[in-house]
């Protein structure tokens, strides 16, 4: 009823009226009625036939030529009455402020719902990672940034070696074993000790591009009577591809004397329960890394000083860090025409923010395959080796390498 009152309220409708059939002439009826419409309280329109016998003429009844409407408005009348339809406000404003808001929680609905819509993209983009596989298992993903590819538009081997040391200290931190410093143990805490790593083998089968997801699994494993093994795999999110595999082994030092140091029984009953028993995802290479000096090395770079960003929060330099010393002489052709595919390192001593460092390179005369080898060695100005490492290379133009079995997978995978 009220829909009905409120459009006869805007749109004024006359009432229907029935015409007689018309008369015979000289009947007295008339075959037309004019009406005179009025308006009434309630907001409608009333009308109103007007029954005057039409007009005579020497006694014989003539029908009206014309006829006219005559409305209220021509004759001065008292204002309506306010009632509840004539009282509410204009419907174009109305509408233009509810519409006004839905565009307003149409729009902070759209800032608050961030969650990404293509699958490619990171689910999490701000989450640390989760325990799987029974507590044994570390795993994170990553969304490749503008800003961690090169030249190449890939990612850089800084940016993979990066998300192998986030996921490490990521998993320390979620099983509950981090104390005060990246890596320790209440344990370890109390006897100013830390991990250091000591020798580090990585296999890249193909480097992700910006906007890549790659997702990390990384453990730990025993390594010897006082050593730790870390293994990684990097893959592809939307393909399962495994993009990167590595290992290392680490020891324990004395953050004050910066002397190696047994594992003590307190440390190794906090670690041991998150071991998890299987071979490493790389093989261990064993071979023998020659002596390189000034003759026998094809290019030196010299002058190589850390810089306070270079440093760690126990203040030697990232290990990440010496990677980019170690291209620093790699020739440049090998740089624009290749891309590292392999990188063994052995760690023989830290670098401090005082050390002045030369980069040394030599082409490998044993390297098999139609890329190239190189052994590197990283020294103190005075001679003291820091690093010694042997790298692989591939042809830009050659894909995917192929040395990952596409079938590799983590501990506890089915």
Request: charged share 25%; with cysteine; aromatic share 8%.
């Amino acid at each position: 009823m009220v829909a009905t009152a409120a459009s006869s309220a805007f749109f004024p409708v006359s009432s229907p009226v029935t015409s007689s059939r018309p008369g015979k002439p000289g009947n007295g009826s008339s075959s037309f009625s004019p009406i005179k419409p009025k308006f009434v309280a309630n907001g409608g329109l009333q009308v109103k036939a007007n029954a005057s016998a039409p007009p005579k003429i020497n006694g014989s009844s003539v029908g009206l030529k014309s006829c006219s409407l005559k409305t209220q408005e021509d004759t001065p009348s008292a204002p309506a009455p306010r009632t509840f339809i004539n009282q509410l406000p204009d419907w174009s404003m109305l509408l233009a402020a509810i519409t006004t808001v839905f565009l307003a929680a149409e729009k902070q609905w759209m800032m608050l719902d961030w969650k990404p819509k293509r699958p490619d993209m990171l689910v999490d983009p701000f989450g640390l990672g989760s325990i799987v596989q029974h507590g044994l298992v570390f795993r994170q993903n990553f969304s490749i940034r503008s800003y961690e590819i090169g030249a190449d538009r890939t990612a850089s081997i800084e940016t993979v070696m990066n998300h192998l040391q986030e996921t490490a200290l990521n998993h320390v931190k979620s099983a509950g074993l981090m104390n005060d410093g990246f890596g320790r143990t209440p344990e370890m805490y109390k006897k100013d000790l830390i991990w250091v790593v000591a020798k580090m083998q990585v296999m890249v089968n193909r480097y992700p591009t910006w906007g890549d997801t790659v997702e990390v699994n990384t453990w730990v494993a025993k390594s010897g009577k006082n050593g730790m093994r870390r293994d990684w795999l990097i893959s592809d999110c939307n393909t399962g591809e495994i993009l990167t595999r590595a290992s290392s082994v680490w020891v324990m030092m004395n953050q004050k004397t910066r002397r190696l140091s047994k594992i003590p029984d307190e440390v190794r009953h906090e670690i041991e329960p998150h071991f998890v028993d299987s071979p490493p995802v790389i093989e261990d290479d064993d071979r023998k890394l020659p002596k390189l000096d000034d003759k026998t090395a094809d290019s030196i770079r010299k002058g190589l000083t850390p810089k306070w960003n270079d440093l760690d929060v126990n203040q030697h330099v990232n290990n990440v860090k010496y990677i980019g010393w170690i291209l620093e002489s790699t020739p440049q052709e090998v740089l624009e025409t290749q891309e590292l595919c392999s990188l063994t390192l052995e760690y023989r001593r830290e670098c401090g923010r005082e050390s002045v460092l030369e980069s040394l390179t030599a082409a490998d005369p044993s390297g098999k395959g139609f890329g190239s080898q190189f052994q590197h060695l990283l020294r103190l100005e005075d001679g003291g080796e820091i690093v010694k490492g042997r790298t692989e290379w591939r042809p830009k133009t050659a894909g995917i390498n192929g040395a990952i079995p596409s079938g590799e997978t983590s501990p506890g995978d089915s």
